[in-house]
């Protein structure tokens, strides 16, 4: 088995504790190898360990747990690079929201303005890490998880030689949700999702080896007039059923986006909002356990339950033990969808094994969805050159761009909105005039 020293940036996050139950979960994959929690809260970091470290004893996992918080000696000769951070906090998310909402725009974290805004203090971030992992950690591999992970993607992978994917649990969990809230079995489904992160739609969609459409159609003619029906999901097995494809979730706020708008703008809080509001049990919940001899993660008082990030980390055992298993990615093309450009992070399936990724080419999107996500994919390359490189005209002309503003008046109010709130997470290039 595979023995490999694991930097975690961001090993002092609320999802950390989850994300290091993943890694001990399939302890039997890694014995003897090492993990290093990077983060700037020395106080955090500590809990995270201490967590880590008693679970991996209680399951009798050879695992060493270090902490740091000088990023470039915890990166130094390692082998895996697993990034999932959030400049700014939820608190920058806030801002992100509702400034957002103040000009009569989404500002989720992945869409809009907000996403276009969490994409360029991500980047600003990235670009250091990248920058340390060149200089000493030469033959490392980088898998991210810090949203919104295709434009990261799109930026690193155009300026960068360090390998690097990103990964989202999307393509399984927007299936099975879909299939769910229809009543039925998420086990019997087979879906393959493709396009962007956060943009994908279904290409297989089978139940039981035969179309799930019809069953779809069936059960949104059954839920359309129920009271008290979830809004959200309605709209989006609607969705599926008009588009004969099972859409990623994000979609809503474009195919449903004024009454969204409506329904935020009325909402006494953002969602920024109701997860601070949920850390402190988060934390205090993770003091009890690591205070226990077996920590045991609570999914009601984890962030985002008990077992996070793992498709990283299926996809580091399927790299550093060359399984040959086959996972969804977010990587440069390379002519696997004929939709899109060569060089464009998409979401795909590829085969892993200890030569990295194999693409697997699975068609083309219907072309009545098609034109959406080729926009957004227009959208990310703006947005990762501006955020990498460019100038605050770069960065205006990307957000104009972006499907849910498309407007250059709006695109300059908000960024510069923005600016004045989170300059100090934007390098200076993109808060002068050009």
């Known amino acids: 088995m595979a023995r490999i020293k694991l930097v975690y940036i961001g090993g002092g996050s609320t999802r950390a504790p989850g994300t290091v139950a993943s890694f001990i979960e399939q302890g039997e994959n890694f014995e003897g190898s090492e993990i290093v929690l990077f983060d700037l809260d020395p106080a955090r970091l500590d809990i995270v360990k201490t967590i880590a470290q008693k679970m991996a004893r209680h399951r009798g996992m050879d695992l060493k747990v270090s902490v740091s918080t000088d990023r470039r000696a915890a990166l130094t000769d390692c082998d895996a690079v697993l990034t999932s951070y959030r400049p700014g906090g939820f608190e920058a998310r806030y801002l992100d929201e509702s400034i957002s909402l103040k000009h009569g725009l989404i500002g989720q974290e992945t869409q809009g303005p907000g996403g276009f805004m969490m994409a360029l203090r991500s980047i600003n971030a990235m670009k250091d890490i990248i920058a340390d992992v060149e200089r000493v950690a030469p033959r490392a591999r980088v898998f991210n ?178 399984r040959g298993d086959v996972l969804p990615v977010n990587c440069p093309n390379h002519g696997a969808l004929t939709d899109f450009p060569d060089d464009l992070v998409v979401e795909m399936r590829g085969r892993f094994d200890r030569h990295g990724v194999d693409r697997i080419a699975d068609g083309r999107l219907p072309r009545h969805v098609v034109g959406l996500v080729e926009m957004l994919g227009e959208y990310q390359a703006l947005t990762a050159q501006a955020a990498w490189s460019g100038t605050r005209r770069d960065a205006i002309r990307a957000l104009a761009a972006n499907p849910l503003v498309m407007s250059t008046a709006k695109a300059e109010a908000v960024f510069d909105d923005f600016c004045a709130a989170q300059g100090q997470y934007l390098p200076g290039r993109l808060l002068a005039d050009g």
Request: proline share 6%.
């Open 145 to 322: 998880y810090t949203n919104p992970i295709n434009i990261i993607s799109e930026a690193v992978t155009h300026n960068s030689s360090v390998p690097f994917l990103s990964f989202c649990e999307g393509p399984y969990d927007f299936p099975e949700a879909t299939a769910r809230f229809a009543g039925l079995d998420p086990d019997k489904l087979d879906t393959v999702m493709i396009g962007l992160n956060h943009g994908s739609w279904s290409v297989r969609h089978l139940y039981e080896g035969k179309d799930v459409m019809p069953l779809l159609e069936e059960a949104y003619g059954r839920l359309r007039d129920k009271p008290d029906v979830n809004v959200t999901r309605l709209r989006l097995l609607r969705l599926a059923v008009e588009m004969q494809s099972i859409p990623a979730d994000y979609f809503q706020y474009y195919y449903y986006r004024d009454e969204i708008v409506r329904e935020l703008s009325a909402k006494a809080t953002t969602r920024a909002q109701d997860i601070l509001a949920k850390v402190p049990d988060y934390w205090q919940h993770y003091v009890e356990q690591a205070a226990s001899d077996a920590p045991k993660l609570d999914p009601q008082r984890s962030r985002g339950g008990i077992h996070e990030l793992e498709l990283a980390i299926d996809a580091m055992d399927a790299i550093f033990n060359d």
